[in-house]
């Protein structure tokens, strides 16, 4: 069975510094996508990164990167910089190759970034 | 334009109504999904249609049939609603259903919040 699992339900940081959200996950499949959502307060959810399991070099998307390790199913997502409207909902999510390629989503992790 | 709309954005009835949200994607994905955000925000996929055909149904009460009358259009109706239904339902969609390539993106709407009295 697939399963995401994000183990920090709060985070606090200060503005302009940088913060790690981890997320572990659990497949059998070799071919994986690794998905980080955003959900701020007004509800949207809106995607951040991606990260396939045979890329061997870590995404990046301005702020945002993800540091993956594969070997200890790890995904964590890194924001630099952070600003006050990062504060919001972090969801780690993965899509398998078998299953109905469906995406599952972790717990979340709400990121606060203080002034 | 909107990629993804849901209507309405706010349902609020009855225990024992039925009611229907309406999903509507203008992106030419050939997947849609329904995803169900409970109270304490955790994210669990209900149903995914690909080309108008069901693929997953996550053990869902029969109680909600979705319906897909096109690739762009997907439907949830909820029969006999209970407290427990009270949620807030995203419809998505993404370009195609097989792969986990990054091309498969999910596309979500503006959520649905159903309260159930």
């Known amino acids: 069975a697939q399963k995401i699992t994000q183990t920090q339900p709060g985070m606090f940081v200060q503005e302009k510094e940088a913060v790690t959200l981890d997320c572990t996950y659990d497949?059998?499949?070799?071919?994986?996508?690794l998905f980080w959502y955003k959900q701020p307060s007004s509800g949207e959810m809106i995607f951040l990164i991606y990260?396939?399991?045979?890329?061997?070099q870590n995404a990046t998307e301005g702020r945002y990167s993800l540091n993956f390790q594969k070997a200890r199913k790890s995904a964590n997502l890194v924001i630099s910089a952070s600003q006050l409207g990062d504060s919001a909902m972090y969801f780690c999510?993965?899509?398998?190759?078998?299953?109905?390629?469906?995406?599952?989503f972790g717990a979340g992790t709400r990121l606060f970034v203080k002034a | 334009d909107t990629a993804v709309s849901q209507t309405p954005k706010y349902l609020v009835t009855q225990m024992g109504n039925d009611k229907s949200i309406k999903c509507e994607q203008n992106?030419?994905?050939?997947?849609m999904y329904w995803y169900k955000q409970d109270s304490k925000k955790f994210l669990k996929i209900m149903f995914s249609y690909n080309n108008k055909e069901l693929i997953i149904n996550e053990t869902v009460p029969n109680r909600f049939s979705p319906k897909s009358p096109d690739k762009a259009h997907l439907n949830l109706h909820i029969n006999s609603l209970e407290l427990g239904d009270s949620a807030v339902y995203f419809c998505?969609?993404?370009?195609?259903?097989?792969?986990?390539?990054?091309?498969?993106?999910?596309?979500f709407g503006a959520g649905s919040r159903l309260t159930v009295l």
């Open positions: 992106l030419g994905h050939d997947t």
């Open positions: 998505a969609s993404s370009p195609s259903l097989a792969g986990a390539s990054g091309a498969n993106v999910l596309t």
């Open positions: 990260q396939g399991s045979y890329d061997e």
């Open positions: 999510a993965m899509r398998g190759s078998t299953g109905g390629f469906k995406t599952i």
């Open positions: 497949t059998s499949d070799q071919s994986y996508g």
